[in-house]
Nanobody
Framework: EVQLQASGGGLVQAGGFLRLSCAAS????????IAWFRQAPWKEREGVSC????????YYADSVKGRFTISSNNAKSTAYLQMNGLKPEDTAVYYC?????????????????????WGQGTQVTVSS
């Protein structure tokens, strides 16, 4: 059974940092595209970043470019989202999501329908 376990959220002050982790299990961690999404209260879920294993494409939402960095460690079956320079508007529940292919196109990476598996979410709260 494929499972994703997101962790690392918390409460930080504006300007602070957090590192989210998405631990995957139940499949060989060698062909994947893993994305981070977030959802704030009363807002739609939005794509934050994505990394794909085979073509090594990386994508970011414009709102987080230059502040967030996505990475993955195949040996640990884990993807990460390093979030620096956090802002109050980054406050949301963050989800990791998995597509079982190793390639990702830039025009669809932030489409929720593309991902078959989702983690449970981790809360990130940034105070001003």
């Amino acid at each position: 059974e494929v499972q994703l376990q997101a962790s690392g959220g918390g409460l930080v002050q504006a300007g602070g940092f957090l590192r989210l982790s998405c631990a995957a299990s139940g499949f060989p961690f060698d062909d994947y595209a893993i994305a981070w999404f977030r959802q704030a209260p009363w807002k739609e879920r939005e794509g934050v970043s994505c990394i794909s294993s085979n073509d090594r494409n990386i994508y970011y939402a414009d709102s987080v470019k230059g502040r967030f960095t996505i990475s993955s460690n195949n040996a640990k079956s884990t993807a990460y989202l390093q979030m620096n320079g956090l802002k109050p508007e980054d406050t949301a529940v963050y989800y990791c999501a998995l597509d079982r292919g190793g390639y990702m196109d830039g025009s669809v990476w932030n489409s929720t329908w593309l991902y078959d598996y989702w983690g449970q979410g981790t809360q990130v709260t940034v105070s001003s």
